[in-house]
């Protein structure tokens, strides 16, 4: 067994992966960007070492720095996790040439399933079923054009050596086909340095069920059974969950069956997860091999009660797997979310800036988080905006659902924008209840999963009023330098009468007003309801309103009050007539940025009448494209940027004028 691990990887999987080393007894080595000087893998680890500059091509993704680390802490292992290089040849034979073992799979494997034509086309031979579609090396645009026109659209056009959802397009028609093309090589290249892609039949309201595999070097290969991984948003997984709804003991045999079948004629040793995708009818289809860890394997690790990544590293110290196929246990039901810091009303832009706040839910054995930052640190452009997984367990589906509910409603982020509440409409949305989940279900259920804004409820409202009287009262008091003055006692005592007045805050587009009255001793009435409570210095609140008493939770950021009260966040803002006297409004025209990136392709011509909706320019951020388009019918006057221009978060973007 080894004694000295390096994990060449960064965020949550490193910080997994160091937690498994630690039961074994192994140290840890990290490596780390400039940007992660103060990262939490950085922290846990025994030691680190930095690569470089915060960009991942200078540190990350530089195979010879990571080498270096490892030879110089003496680390006899190298565990990619997911990701980086996870699945890259050149850097498992690097390993090897260096006496180093790489936690994975045989290089022979990578390379074949790093292909996906050529993958598909030794699927093909092993019998395994396969999607109609093109898997060639001619990548002339007009011949790929042309064998879409042949499959019959909609198809898919997905990057040859992608994943992780990046460089995929759907194109429903014709005349669709030459732009998305174009997009996705141009995130392909970006992503994973090879613009080659395929095109396949897009099948209509399909579900993704993967198997994860395990196989040792003795030749046993074993199913740890299937994951659906069907709610999906731009081709990213949202929320995954296993086993699969509706999946009967013989097609989970079938697709167990096919997934082995599939690591053997590789000659695949350790963790792999064979993707399917599968119609309404029961077939299912090869898609692809991930050759490393899951982001997902949490869920597969909570049903069958194992440690997948204890797994990788015996099997890579050519022990032989614990357990025969009819031993590996399955129980319960156990679904995951990615709480990511990205801007769901927005598009889904990422978010970036502090956590003032982070606070998931507490672990149990129905509860787990696998976080790779802690409140305090930063939220970068230059990664992956994830910031935690969140696993939950229980016997049964439905149950399973509602411990994720409290859980989701349980965690608290104030800093950056996260998916918190949409993950919590999506997980409790009639069709994800009732298993009717296929990877079209976001997007058809649009209206359900983003509603429109709604009345702040009164519980909230109290605990804004309480938080408002309470900063009041302690600026009162700060200005006055002797305690002992009656004129330090601010508890809006009158004499005679009852101090009430009116506090108005901005939710979002709307205001929401309230009456309070000071009764004094702490206590109010909020629109006619006595309210007692405190906010404590970490933001809890024990509100006592009418009969109820409910917990909650008030966090000051940047002039707003975040409140989370009955699982639910509300952000609002007060109103202060006196702090914002002789202020106005400024109006900021232009087309901005929505966030730190670089400016990839100019779409319209500079002096082109443009309608609202066209596309203008192209930005990439967190390694995917976001297109600016025409808010109106207008022309395009100038372009404030060229392409590979990088560009800062609000930065004019386009000179624009709007039509009359």
């Known amino acids: 067994m080894f004694t000295k691990i390096l994990i060449a990887n960064r965020g949550e999987i490193a910080c997994r992966i160091i937690s498994t080393c630690r039961r074994l007894g192994i140290r ?16 846990m680890a025994d030691e680190a070492y930095c690569l470089g500059p915060a960009p991942s091509r200078e540190s990350y993704l530089v195979a010879e720095r990571v080498l270096a680390a490892a030879q110089r802490s003496g680390a006899q292992a190298v565990h990619p996790g997911y990701g980086f290089m996870s699945e890259n040849e050149g850097f498992a034979q690097a390993c090897a040439a260096a006496g180093i073992v790489f936690i994975g799979p045989p290089v022979e494997a990578i390379r074949a399933m790093g292909s996906k034509s050529a993958a598909k086309a030794l699927m093909e031979k092993a019998g395994v079923p396969l999607v109609p579609g093109y898997h060639g090396d001619d990548q002339n645009p007009a011949l790929l054009q042309q064998q879409a026109d042949r499959i019959g659209y909609p198809v898919l056009i997905k990057a040859s050596a992608g994943g992780g959802g990046k460089g995929m397009r759907v194109v429903e028609k014709a005349g669709d086909f030459a732009a998305s093309l174009a997009s996705c090589q141009r995130e392909a290249r970006s992503s994973f340095g090879d613009d080659k892609v395929l095109v396949e039949k897009y099948l209509v309201r399909p579900r993704h069920i993967e198997i994860q595999v395990f196989a040792d070097a003795q030749g046993q290969t074993l199913s740890l059974y299937e994951r659906d991984c069907s709610a999906q948003r731009r081709h990213q997984k949202v929320v995954e969950e296993a086993p699969a709804p509706g999946m009967s003991a013989e097609r989970r045999a079938a697709m167990g069956q096919a997934a082995c079948d599939a690591a053997r004629a590789v000659g ?5 997860t064979v993707e399917f995708i599968a119609d309404a009818g029961g077939d299912f289809f090869f898609m692809e091999m991930n050759t490393r860890l899951q982001v997902e394997h949490p869920v597969t690790e ?4 194992l440690d997948l990544v204890e797994w990788q590293i015996r099997v890579a110290a050519g022990q032989p797997l614990p357990l025969s196929q009819e031993q590996v246990p399955l129980r319960g039901h156990a679904i995951e979310v990615r709480i990511y810091a990205e801007e769901p009303d927005k598009g889904f832009l990422p978010s970036i800036g502090t956590l003032r706040h982070f606070a998931p839910p507490p672990a149990s054995c129905h509860v787990r988080v696998d976080s790779g930052v802690e409140q305090g640190d930063t939220v970068s452009p230059h990664y992956d905006p994830m910031l935690a997984k969140l696993i939950v367990w229980d016997e049964d589906r439905e149950r399973a659902c509602q411990r994720m509910l409290q859980a989701l409603g349980d965690f608290r ?6 998916n918190v509440e949409f993950l919590a409409r999506l997980v409790g949305s009639a069709p994800f209840r009732a298993g009717e989940v296929d990877t079209g279900l976001i997007e058809r259920e649009r209206e359900l999963l983003f509603p429109p804004p709604a009345p702040v409820p009164r519980a909230a409202l109290a605990v804004a009023a309480l938080a408002v009287t309470q900063r009041s009262t302690h600026d009162e008091r700060a200005v006055t330098r002797e305690p002992a003055s009656p004129w330090a006692i601010a508890d809006g005592w009158r004499l005679n009468a009852t101090l009430a007045r009116s506090l108005e805050f901005q939710v979002g587009e709307m205001q929401q007003t309230v009456t309070v009255e000071h009764l004094g001793a702490g206590q109010l009435r909020v629109d006619g309801q ?18 109820e008493h409910l917990r909650a939770w008030c966090v000051e950021h940047q002039e707003s009050l975040h409140l989370f009260v009955e699982g639910r966040r509300h952000v609002l803002r007060h109103l202060d007539p006196l702090l914002h006297a ?13 966030m730190p990136g670089k400016v990839i392709a100019l779409v319209a011509a500079a002096g082109a009448a443009v309608e609202k909706g066209a596309p203008l320019l192209v930005m990439e951020a967190m390694k995917m494209e976001h297109t600016i388009c025409a808010p109106a019918a207008g022309q395009v006057k100038a372009f404030c940027f060229g392409v590979g221009d990088q560009v800062a978060e609000g930065a004019a973007l386009v000179e624009f004028e709007r039509g009359t």
């Open 28 to 43: 840890t080595v990290a490596v780390y960007s400039e940007a992660d000087a103060g990262a939490r893998h950085v922290r």
């Open 413 to 418: 982020v104030v800093g950056v924008g996260n």
């Open 302 to 305: 909570m049903i069958t009660g």
């Open 582 to 594: 002789g202020e106005a409004d400024e109006a900021v025209g232009g087309l901005q940025a929505p």
């Open 268 to 272: 695949y040793v350790g963790a792999g």
């Open 530 to 547: 006595l309210a007692t409570g405190r906010v404590q210095a970490d933001g809890a609140v024990d509100l006592h309103l009418g009969g």
